[in-house]
């Protein structure tokens, strides 16, 4: 259970255990938002563990150890989706990826580049966080993709440590396919995935302690960080949290403080195992346009991105042309303790204040949604987490006995985590926010953006974009 807070209200402070390491925690959620919790998500949990355990159990017996994944198949899990965020371009290799990959890069191995193809990688290499110890194998890898003109993905060859293998190296590619994957999976919802928790924390305390609830800036923001708190304390802080090893519902490989250690990489950045920074982690700060995203993943994102900046812009209008001594305070709080966001010097640039809003509001709807979304239709048995088998090898050609990788127990415990906790389960839409703005303007842009939301549909499968989450599934907030 949560602090209960007292007068002040909510407040970002540095993280337990990593200080100024990792997104600013926020320990001492309001009553109100913790009797939300326990009402909504809590209540749940314990429905979940009483009625899904024993067929949860009954699965894994009748789906035991690991499917076959083809080359094609690997490359449609990692290159579109929620798994994309990874794809990384060549202009950003740094030099210990140039030397890695440098008789592929230059085409004396594997099948070169050819015309208008590119390279892009997919870096797994904080997996090292995770020790590889007796109850499963872990292994940092690189994937390399060679991405051809009609935007189609080739793999090309993984790393796994400092060992490169492709597909001439029969069993040991296999097993280099499934480390890779392990590392998609637990980085995805150990890293990538919280990107889109823990920073807007700050601003969510921040809102709750210094601006007038009948504010426009509160009546935008509140809808959006409903349960949000609550949410985000039970996965960090809470005594039942899915990171740490011996829940029926925890599945991740390692212990509870290496998984921290992983959630505090998305704060402060990944380094090359040299120490020089690895560009494909940077150090955290919130991104004031549309997300990059090297698959058709980054069009829908953007879609949604443009419809609500385009509403946002009218509430920032408002909101700059009258300025006020709260408004500037919260935006120093806020830039504070949220990297790029800008403070009381900048904030009336309305321009400004909407793409560091909109960005706020799309992470923790949109893409929030949609990650989940995605990730409740991922198969267990292709993307493991915790994996039994010795670490490829070229001395070791055989190929692996798929059924003995994981064990029952692993796909029992997955399970579990994938309906608790990875697929989505929405308590308040997007599509029926009322925000109760005050003018006439606002509440029609209210209304206009509703009509924009629903239009959107339309327009991403006139543009053949696949619609990765329904409209009428994608939450409002991070609920959870």
Not at 89 to 102: I, M, R
Not at 196 to 223: E, M, Q, Y
């Amino acid at each position: 259970m949560a602090k209960r807070s007292e007068g002040f209200g909510p407040w970002p402070q540095p993280a337990p255990r990593f200080f100024e390491g990792a997104a600013p925690a926020v320990l001492n959620v309001p009553d109100d938002v913790q009797k939300d919790w326990d009402k909504t998500v809590g209540r749940r949990y314990f429905k979940q563990v009483v009625f899904e355990t024993i067929p949860a159990w009954l699965w894994s017996r009748r789906n035991p150890g690991l499917v076959p994944v083809s080359d094609a198949r690997f490359c449609e899990i990692l290159c579109d989706g929620i798994f994309s965020k990874f794809l990384t371009p060549k202009s950003l290799f740094d030099p210990p990826d140039l030397a890695l990959f440098g008789d592929y890069l230059s085409g004396c191995e594997g099948p070169g580049l050819g015309d208008g193809a590119e390279w892009f990688k997919s870096d797994f290499t904080p997996m090292r966080l995770v020790s590889n110890a007796s109850d499963s194998a872990t292994a940092p890898s690189v994937v390399l993709f060679k991405r051809g003109r009609d935007l189609s993905f080739e793999v090309v060859a993984i790393a796994v440590n400092d060992q490169v293998f492709d597909p001439r190296h029969r069993g040991a590619w296999t097993r280099a396919k499934y480390f890779a994957l392990q590392g998609a999976g637990v980085l995805t919802t150990l890293l990538m995935h919280p990107k889109l928790h823990f920073p807007s924390n700050s601003v969510d305390a921040i809102t709750r302690s210094r601006l007038p609830a009948d504010g426009t800036l509160s009546k935008l923001l509140r809808p959006h960080f409903r349960l949000a708190l609550a949410v985000n304390y039970a996965v960090l802080y809470g005594s039942q949290t899915v990171l740490k090893p011996g829940r029926l519902y925890a599945p991740y490989p390692g212990t509870h403080e290496q998984h921290d250690e992983i959630v505090a990489a998305l704060w402060q950045g990944f380094e090359h195992p040299d120490g020089t920074p690895n560009r494909a982690f940077p150090t955290y700060t919130l991104q004031l346009d549309a997300p990059v995203i090297h698959s058709p993943y980054g069009d829908f994102l953007g879609h949604y991105h443009r419809t609500l900046l385009g509403f946002v812009r009218k509430v920032a209008q408002e909101v700059v042309a009258t300025p006020s001594a709260s408004v500037s305070r919260w935006a120093d709080y806020c830039a504070r303790w949220l990297p790029g966001f800008p403070d009381g010097s900048r904030v009336y640039d309305a321009d400004l204040l909407a793409r560091a809003l909109t960005s706020i509001l799309l992470d923790v709807s949109v893409s929030h949604s949609a990650d989940h979304f995605i990730y409740g239709t991922v198969n267990e048995r292709e993307v493991p987490f915790r994996l039994h088998t010795d670490l490829p090898s070229l001395a070791r050609q055989k190929e692996p006995d798929l059924e003995t990788l994981v064990t029952s127990t692993d796909n029992f415990n997955y399970r579990m985590c994938m309906l608790m906790f990875f697929r989505p389960h929405v308590i308040e839409r997007l599509m029926d926010i009322d925000y109760g703005f005050d003018t006439p303007t606002l509440r029609a842009a209210n209304a206009a953006l509703r009509a924009d939301l629903v239009a959107l549909q339309a327009t991403l499968e006139r543009q053949g974009i696949p619609a990765y989450v329904p409209l009428e599934c994608i939450a409002s907030s991070v609920q959870f």
